[in-house]
């Protein structure tokens, strides 16, 4: 068992939620003095009074602290607090307040598998280095770490990660004890959860404001296409009905951040799904200023698009695996994505991107930005008396021909779902199915 001890921050006293549980928990111990069962003790704790501000889990935590501490000194007096303590407060020399704190225990609450590791405490480090404490459904309290050292953060990473994988194949418990300044997270260390990682099957991304699209090959093969659509979502940001300032607006807001999060989870559990040895995603650097398309993908690209969070979230859930991840230079990855295959535009982008990253950085051959001069039957006729893709990018440009293949125009099978299959949220995840077509 390995324990991590951290200093927190919290905006809300948590003394008072320390003085009800240690008051369960010296009256637990008085309980089990009497030589009553556990059973009997849980029964009976449900007629105790001013301890509101514990759900039933706390308590029953609470009552496993007093039977922890029956056990060890048996039936003997003990003096909580500590008899120093005990003494300074009958000289007068410390408050009966400072006295009750110094009685107070920790909040201990122990760990569950079927509960995410926890059902008390939500680990939050990846996002927000923060650790979540759930008082009931509603009521949460953050309690805001201080910058941590690496080797703590890569292992509360891999926690936190193992926990969120919803099908608990890889659920790793931990217990969490709460006091007025420290946290103590503890843990059985990691064993035996080594994922092989192939550096022949590689994941490409194409990152825009509305689609994110994403392909994985082996040995250049593709094996796995699938696309996140984040239209809705924008579609109910740009109601014309809607105040900037107001509630729902802030609450889109929130909500698209929450979904891009989601999203960089999602990928990085299919990249290990996949055993995925690199991850390649495009490189984007807006210029600052308007980019001559309107307000509306001025304002998508520049103020609402969370590429930034997106990249960072999913760098660091690729890292806990061991995954590499890529910047690839994505000039006219879109444009031959869609001339050489037959997904979305998104999809057929991502693959070109994968191509790329592969060619360069793990058959390192650093000749082949751009592939063999080659597209799709029915683009035969463009490309005569032209030798590369820039003179057919030119070609299409000019003649102002529509490339971009959509959903509608897919020859394959797909199967779409909200994400997480959720019916909360907004973003819907198309997945192809070429062998069904």
């Known amino acids: 068992m390995k324990t ?36 009997e003790v849980r029964q009976l704790s449900k007629t105790l009074q001013n301890v509101e501000l514990l759900n039933s889990w ?23 607090g500590g008899k120093h303590n005990f003494i300074n407060r009958l000289k007068h020399k410390i408050s009966k307040e400072e006295f009750s704190v110094k009685r107070s225990s920790p909040v201990n609450i122990q760990g569950e598998t079927l509960q995410k590791g926890n059902r008390s405490f ?30 703590i953060k890569q292992e509360l990473y891999k926690l936190q990660q193992l926990n969120e994988i919803k099908s608990g194949t890889y659920g790793h418990t931990y217990s969490i004890r709460l006091d007025t300044k420290h946290l103590y997270i503890s843990f059985e260390e990691f064993k035996g959860e080594v994922h092989t990682l192939d550096e022949q099957v590689y994941m490409g991304i194409d990152l825009n404001p ?24 924008f579609a ?9 300032s107001s509630k729902e607006m802030k609450y889109l807001q929130n909500k698209l951040n929450f979904e891009t999060i989601e999203i960089s989870k999602a990928i990085a559990s299919l990249a290990k799904q996949y055993g995925c040895g690199s991850v390649y995603v495009e490189d984007l650097k807006f210029k600052m200023g308007s980019a001559g398309l309107g307000k509306v993908f001025n304002r998508k690209t520049k103020n609402l698009w969370k590429k930034t969070v997106f990249i960072g979230n999913l760098t660091k859930r690729l890292k806990i695996g061991g995954i590499g991840i890529h910047a690839v230079n994505p000039a006219y990855s879109s444009f031959i994505g869609n001339f050489m295959y037959d997904y979305t535009d998104p999809v057929n982008a991502s693959i070109e991107i994968a191509r790329r990253g592969f060619e360069y950085r793990i058959k390192k051959n650093k000749n082949s930005f751009y592939p063999t001069f080659s597209v799709k039957h029915h683009w035969k006729e463009m490309i005569a008396g032209l030798e590369s893709w820039k003179e057919l990018y030119l070609k299409i440009k000019n003649l102002k021909l529509k490339y971009r293949v959509s959903l509608d125009e897919v020859n ?16 819907e995840s198309y997945t192809f199915y070429p062998q069904l077509s």
């Open 210 to 233: 509305n689609t994110i699209g994403i392909s994985i090959l082996k040995n250049e093969q593709i094996i796995h296409t699938q696309e996140f659509s984040l239209k809705q979502i």
């Open 4 to 39: 991590i001890k951290l200093p927190y921050k919290s905006s809300i006293d948590l003394t008072p939620i320390l003085k009800q549980y240690s008051s369960v928990v010296r009256w637990s111990y008085n309980r089990f003095i009497n030589e009553l069962k556990e059973k």
């Open 236 to 244: 109910k940001i740009f109601n014309d009905s809607l105040a900037s």
């Open 122 to 151: 939500k680990l939050d480090i990846i996002d927000n280095n923060c650790v979540i404490f759930k008082l009931n459904k509603t009521d949460h309290i953050t309690l805001e770490l201080p910058n941590l050292r690496n080797n």
């Open 58 to 80: 706390v308590m029953q935590c609470a009552i496993l602290d007093g039977k922890a501490i029956h056990k060890r000194f048996k039936n003997k007096k003990i003096i909580f």
């Open 412 to 427: 394959y099978d797909f199967r779409v779902f909200s994400l997480n299959h959720s019916r909360k949220s907004l973003i």
